[in-house]
């Protein structure tokens, strides 16, 4: 289509051309499978049509229907800043007219690499992909190559991308969407993978008393944001950290959701728990799309071109995504905006789960710094079998009264939602008031 026909000359905005979301997507079923690009945003667990954004700006979206949201889904995770932070629109402005991609070395790539070994000091060596899935297909490759060994060891709702191996009793859109594993993947592929509930060290133990030589790596979110926000028991991260020594496989941390959102690092730096390696997304980007994977520098030199593990990317280290995620991680490391993230997150929580248990309400907020998630249940979610005892419907009704009140959330029981540097204390306020009102 040409784009001065259709209209959008200057960057037009979808609204200025009235087109709405429910036109949008009809056309887009037509042209893109189930008419999105990421299972969870067809609305299928809250029901209704998806809307569709147009831009957005700090803590703010407006949609193709002329509508302002405050958003506490922040793109699933990548925006502690918020839209549209003008020195990250900066960089990447001035990256991309240097050249989109080049397909070779940047020195960009170089300066980053050590940003993020500054910020980790467990992480020696960092090697950039494109995408937090990128990132743990090429984890479980290397731990399988380091150690030698084949079998993986994750958790029951722990999501970590669409790699073939790892779909099975996974969360995030698998969970939403009432499975837990895909079509399309042979048993071949889950084979080798055993799953432990999550926070249940007993289980972690008995599988690996039985598979000691053969494991290569256990991998694990430590607070686990695909079946909705759930943090890790006190302590359990430590035995799985000496569970892992004990029988030599590797600990991996997947901190693609948890990397640089609770502080200017990893929360398995935070917590003083160190994986051999680590697998980082969303935020390192700054709202591009980019992956990467940490660790040990014995460890990562088995990555060609030193060692035998093959991994390639034609547009790793992609210079405009680099831009962005650099200035992100340095406004984060310099400002430090994560105490005021957590109060705002604290606040919202607090307001809303006294007025449950006034009310004697089935529901409550988990909420851990900047990070929250509304569970329609009143007891505390501990792994994936509390999750899914909470009230789907209840969560759907909540979802769209929240939405036609002006508030964005993800549109999933099983998801975490997020404070961002951008939101205010009337945000919070709103949202608060808007809840209160949607429980009577």
């Given at each position: 289509m040409n784009r001065e026909k259709a209209g959008f000359n200057d960057f037009t905005t979808l609204n200025e051309l009235h087109m709405n979301s429910k036109e949008l997507f009809a056309r887009a079923c037509k042209v893109i499978p189930g008419g999105v690009n990421s299972p969870v945003r067809a609305f299928n667990s809250v029901?209704?049509?998806?809307?569709?954004?147009?831009?957005?700006?700090?803590?703010?979206?407006?949609?193709?229907?002329?509508?302002?949201?405050?958003?506490?889904?922040?793109?699933w995770g990548p925006l502690p800043l918020g839209h549209a932070r003008p020195e990250v629109v900066e960089a990447?402005?001035?990256?991309?007219?240097?050249g989109t991609s080049f397909g070779t070395n940047t020195p960009r790539e170089v300066e980053f690499a050590e940003l993020i070994c500054e910020l980790v000091p467990y992480i020696d060596m960092v090697r950039l992909v494109s995408s937090g899935t990128e990132a743990v297909m090429t984890a479980l490759r290397l731990a399988r190559g380091y150690t030698g060994r084949n079998k993986i060891l994750k958790f029951e709702g722990g999501y970590h991308g669409h790699t073939d191996c790892l779909?099975?009793?996974?969360?995030?859109?698998?969970?939403?969407?009432?499975?837990?594993?895909?079509?399309?993947?042979?048993?071949?592929?889950?084979?080798?993978?055993?799953?432990?509930?999550?926070n249940d060290i007993d289980a972690v133990r008995q599988i690996v008393s039985e598979n000691a030589n053969d494991l290569a790596a256990i991998i694990m979110e430590p607070?686990?944001?695909?079946?909705?926000?759930?943090?890790?028991?006190?302590?359990?991260?430590?035995?799985?950290?000496?569970?892992?020594?004990d029988c030599g496989a590797l600990l991996i941390f997947d901190e693609v959701i948890n990397g640089f959102r609770l502080g200017?690092?990893?929360?398995?730096?935070?917590?003083?728990?160190?994986?051999d390696l680590t697998t980082l997304g969303k935020i390192i980007g700054g709202g591009m799309p980019i992956g990467a994977l940490g660790g040990r520098k014995d460890i990562m030199e088995s990555l060609a071109p030193l060692g035998a593990v093959y991994q390639a990317g034609t547009l790793s280290g992609n210079p405009v995504a680099v831009a962005a995620g650099m200035t992100t991680l340095k406004i984060l490391r310099d400002e430090n905006p994560y105490p005021e993230m957590a109060r705002l997150g604290k606040k919202l929580a607090d307001s809303v789960n006294s007025h449950c248990a006034e009310k004697n309400i089935d529901m409550h907020i988990a909420q851990l710094g900047g990070v929250f998630t509304p569970f329609f249940r009143k007891e505390e979610i501990k792994n994936l079998e509390d999750a899914k005892c909470?009230?789907?419907?209840q969560h759907a009704k909540f979802f769209h009264s929240m939405l036609k009140s002006g508030i964005y959330l993800p549109p999933s029981q099983f998801e975490a939602a997020f404070v961002s540097a951008a939101h205010t204390e009337?945000?919070?306020n709103i949202f608060v008031e808007k809840t209160l009102l949607a429980l009577q």
């Open positions: 029901g209704g049509d998806p809307v569709y954004i147009v831009k957005g700006n700090g803590s703010r979206m407006q949609t193709a229907d002329g509508v302002e949201l405050i958003d506490f889904c922040g793109s990447i402005k001035q990256a991309a007219s240097d779909l099975v009793s996974a969360g995030s859109g698998l969970l939403t969407a009432g499975i837990s594993s895909s079509a399309g993947v042979p048993d071949s592929m889950t084979a080798d993978i055993f799953v432990a509930p999550y607070v686990a944001g695909n079946m909705g926000l759930v943090p890790s028991k006190p302590g359990f991260l430590e035995e799985l950290r000496q569970i892992s020594d200017p690092t990893t929360y398995g730096n935070m917590c003083d728990v160190t994986p909470c009230d789907t419907k009337e945000d919070i």
